[in-house]
């Protein structure tokens, strides 16, 4: 079975590697801003923006004085920057996402380059990159294949390596259950059998800590070395609580991958969501997005199925025994329930997970 993964790995590069990967950050930088000029000037003319005329203005560009510096960086990452340009274009035209802005330097940077003619590979304990040459890598799993690397500079100043290859791999076994899963802040996971998985809350047991950190920054001048320092201690904590998460996640919804061949989920409007003001940092804290997103990426590995239900199926109104809608608990106070039409008592989480994963089942048969 051929699958396709992304590996990161932290990268240890030399003083002039770091100023050549600098470099390369603020050529992305320059050359989208300048495309988006272009592209600009090509609307007020009524002309069709295409990533032929970008690519073709590209190679005009690097022939001025100004922008001569760019021979010395990787001519292909300084393609994706325009392809991405270009997907931005498409997706607005498309009324998906907003206007493209111009980028400026940040504290997180990132640029990606294809593996072309196997100038990407792993030789040893070294990355070899092009323009870059061989970047010390801690490697911590085998890469079969290249396809691109995406470099990044976190917001603590660490170097990574994103390498999304493909490899041929045996199907893992699962158990061959079928179950739905609702999502909440309470519980992070409710299966319809009753079994649930907690919500760590990391954030939250860390809040007071970042809160402190977060006024000892307010204090500092900002651009003094005394504020990078304290940034940079405050950026760590932050990256510690997300790596606690993703790691979390991981781990859970490998457990619920290994069980099951079979899963119904709710399809989420995390976003809307996030509207909400007094449930916005709960929902952050949550990650509902992110576990979600991990258990559909690595359920082709495991050979699970997963059906996602209409966000507008009322699945905690209805009674999972006789199918009444019961309006009134449209509150989500409300945990426990008895059906007027049945009298069933429902634990409000279990009943909806009891009735996503009949939904998920009936839109299989459907399509069937």
Known sequence: MIVKRSYKFRLYPTHKQKQLIEGTFAACIAVHNYGLAYCKQCS???EVISLTKTSAELTSMKRTSDYEYLKKYDSVALQQVLRGLQKKYDAFFKGQQPYPRPKKPAYFQSYRTENQNNRIRIEGTR??????????IRQTQPVPSIVNVTVERSKTGKYYAVIYGTSDEPRKNNSGGEIGIDMGLMKLVTVNDGTTINN????RMSENRV?????????????S????????KLARMHEH???????YNNKKTTELL???????????NVRAMLHNPTRSKGLNDAALSSFLNILKKKAGRYGTKIVEVSPYFPSSKLCSVCGYKNIAIKDDRIRRWVCPKCGKEHDRDINAAINILCEAKRIITEKH
């Open 225 to 232: 070395k005394n504020y990078e320092k304290q940034r940079i």
């Open 258 to 268: 290994a069980d099951n061949a079979f899963i119904g989920i709710e399809k989420l």
């Open 127 to 136: 990355l070899r990159l092009p323009k870059i040459g061989l970047i010390k």
């Open 44 to 46: 007020e003319r009524k």
């Open 211 to 223: 809160i402190r950190e977060q006024r000892r920054l307010s204090r500092k001048k900002k651009g």
């Open 200 to 203: 760590k809350r990391f954030y």
């Open 241 to 247: 609580i997300a790596a606690q998460r993703t790691d």
